[in-house]
């Protein structure tokens, strides 16, 4: 069974549809072990609790630089025998040696469908106002692995959302996440950890 880390810094609402997933036994090989989040007081953590998962907190602005973060970052996961990790709306980018230490197990849910609507900056609401602004008939969300370009690791799964007439930001933020999110990222976890288990 492997330990798997969600890394957080907000509400937590992807790491609720992950945890709803592994209660109804729909990830065998994978244990949700760990949530760090990226600050203290984020509902994210109250979710853990609930949940019966560990939680912890790592803050970038704690650390004099970015590879000092990685290095504490890194000891949190490796500490708890973390296996696998999934980036469910965490906002400090990863360094190469966190990178490096988890290559092709590390996970991220990205809420457009790469390579629209995607790299430096794009994240959360900004994500649905760019994708608004362009006029797109069609958005979604995707899982890829994250590698040392933000948003360029290989894609595992896409899901597309149409656009409705007068979407706002906020509601296609939520349809998305509805009808995209909540169920591509607690598949491509599953189907993460069966791969990796079989080696």
């Known amino acids: 069974m492997l330990k798997v880390a969600v890394l957080v810094s907000g509400g937590g609402t992807n790491l609720q549809a992950l945890l709803d997933s592994e209660a109804r036994g729909e990830n065998p090989h994978g244990k ?66 966190v990178i490096a230490a988890y290559p092709e197990r590390i996970l991220n849910v990205h809420p457009s469908l790469i390579p629209s609507f995607c790299g430096e900056g794009m ?40 656009v409705a007439e007068g979407d706002t930001p906020e509601t296609l933020q939520r349809r998305v996440m509805e009808q995209a999110e909540w169920l591509l990222l607690p598949a491509a976890l599953a189907k993460v950890c069966a791969d990796y288990d079989k080696g």
């Open 32 to 97: 949700i072990s760990l949530v760090v989040a990226s600050k203290p007081g984020v509902y994210a953590l109250e979710r853990a609790k609930n949940a019966g998962v560990p939680g912890v907190v790592v803050r970038r602005k704690d650390y004099a630089t970015a590879e000092e973060f990685d290095a504490a970052l890194l000891g949190v996961l490796k500490e708890n025998g973390i296996d696998v990790v999934v980036l469910a709306g965490f906002l400090s980018i990863l360094g190469p040696s």
């Open 123 to 162: 994240y959360g609401l900004k994500v649905h106002e760019a994708a608004l602004a362009k006029g797109v008939k069609v958005t979604g969300a995707t899982v890829h692995f994250v590698n040392e370009v933000c948003d360029g690791g290989r894609i595992i799964a896409q899901k597309a959302v149409e």
